[in-house]
């Protein structure tokens, strides 16, 4: 069974930092696109970021680009999205998920970890 384990969400203050890692128990990992997304209280699940299988191409909603970098370490078969200058309306349940390459399904997603920016 694949399990995807989040951490590294929390408290901060607006204009901080944090890191997110999404840990796969998937030997063929480098073979997965990883995307990560997010649900706010009383909106809908919207996507973040998403990293190509081969690390080579990236894509990020407009409102965090310049701020939010995802990347992937695929040795570690981990995925990792760092997030500066971090804003109120960031704050969400964050999500990550992986989707065969090829394909623009997610197929596995992770538990979800609390975002919180307080101004």
């Known amino acids: 069974q694949v399990q995807l384990v989040q951490s590294g969400g929390g408290l901060v203050q607006a204009g901080g930092s944090l890191t997110l890692s999404c840990a796969a128990s998937?030997?063929?990992?480098?073979?997965?696109?990883i995307g990560w997304f997010r649900q706010a209280p009383g909106k809908e699940r919207e996507f973040v970021a998403r990293i190509s299988w081969s690390g080579l191409r990236t894509y990020q909603l407009d409102s965090v680009k310049g701020r939010f970098t995802i990347s992937r370490d695929n040795a570690k078969n981990t995925g990792y999205l760092q997030m500066n200058n971090l804003l109120a309306e960031d704050t969400a349940v964050y999500y990550c998920?992986?989707?065969?390459?090829?394909?623009?399904?997610?197929?596995?997603w992770g538990q979800g970890t609390q975002v919180t920016v307080s101004s």
């Open positions: 998937l030997r063929t990992f480098s073979s997965y696109n």
């Open positions: 998920a992986i989707g065969r390459r090829g394909g623009m399904d997610f197929d596995y």
